[in-house]
């Protein structure tokens, strides 16, 4: 059983950790290659993922449900928290919403469940990212326009691989082979990615990355424990809900936070410390799903 989740855990932080020290050796430049992930690389794997054939809306509507149930109210479990802390709500709660399900989630899916889970765990990259790039971006600037997200790559994929598999279009072999190719750069460039971002925050702001360490992991799963009963989901998927909902929080909120300047320093402790927590949190959930 150990060996079995050694061997699904360790070709993720075994990446993060080479990105980590060549971060700390070389200090890349990775704005670039990010920009890369989130323009081309991610939105050619969620429509590689959405046009296949066998991708059926339908089969995972329960779960995308489930999802959204778990990333809306873990904000209301987290507000009341950051208030007894006296942390600021738009630093804490955030994180505590949107979590990890593209560094970690979908490699995780794909070393621990194989390909058959990649599909479960694209629709929840989707509901969680949507999510973040519409209530998210709105819970930092309420100016902002919703209508906007649609411009974004990844939603754009979203909308375009839906319409696919809705209307039974099937692209041209040569177009999903390079399509899927594309789609393989995003997940190992993640987990790089993460590794080196790792590299530029510190631990001056451990308290509110402690609890948000505990928070996080713990209304995840106290909330798919919750709606799970009334979802109509197969063991695969709630295998997936589950390992979703103890996702540490996405560096995404780092980047949300540095571009509208709420507390950068506080996030990246929250992003890091909830990181290196996983290492405890993944392990024992795999332990009780295998």
């Known amino acids: 059983m150990f060996s079995q ?18 971060g700390r050796k070389h200090a890349p430049d990775m704005v670039s290659a990010n920009q ?3 323009d081309i690389f991610v ?10 054939k066998s991708f059926q809306v339908d089969t995972y509507s329960q779960l995308a449900i ?6 809306i109210f873990s904000g209301f479990l987290a507000w009341p928290v950051a208030k ?7 630093t804490f709660v955030p994180p505590m919403m949107f979590s990890n399900s593209g560094n970690i989630g979908l490699p995780l899916a794909l070393f621990a469940f194989g390909e058959q889970a990649l599909p479960a765990a694209v629709m929840l990259f989707i509901v969680e990212n949507t999510l973040h790039f519409s209530l998210g971006m709105k819970m930092m600037d309420r100016k902002i326009s919703l209508f906007s997200i649609v411009k974004i790559p990844m939603v ?13 279009l099937v692209l041209p072999e040569v177009v999903t082979i390079s399509i899927e190719m594309l789609g393989m750069v995003s997940i190992p460039l993640m987990l790089f990615s993460l590794g080196v971002r790792l590299t530029s925050v510190n631990l001056q702001d451990w308290k509110i990355g402690l609890v948000g360490a505990i928070i996080c992991p713990v209304t995840g799963i106290i909330l798919v424990l919750l709606v799970a009963p009334f979802l109509h989901l197969t063991e695969l998927q709630y295998g997936q809900l589950l390992i979703f909902g103890i996702l540490p929080p996405a560096v995404l909120n780092f980047m949300v936070a540095e571009k509208y300047n709420q507390q950068p320093k506080q996030v990246a402790s929250i992003v890091l410390i909830g990181n290196l927590a996983s290492l405890a949190t993944i392990p024992t959930v795999l332990y009780f799903l295998l």
């Open 156 to 168: 754009f994929a979203v909308v375009v691989g839906l319409c696919l598999s809705v209307s039974g």
């Open 5 to 22: 989740i050694f061997t699904i855990i360790f070709p993720l932080f075994a990446i993060v950790s080479i990105g980590f020290f060549y």
């Open 43 to 52: 939105p050619a794997l969620i429509l590689h993922v959405l046009a296949d």
């Open 66 to 71: 489930g999802g959204a149930f778990v990333v």
């Open 36 to 38: 890369l992930n989130l």
């Open 84 to 90: 007894l802390m006296g942390f600021n709500v738009k």
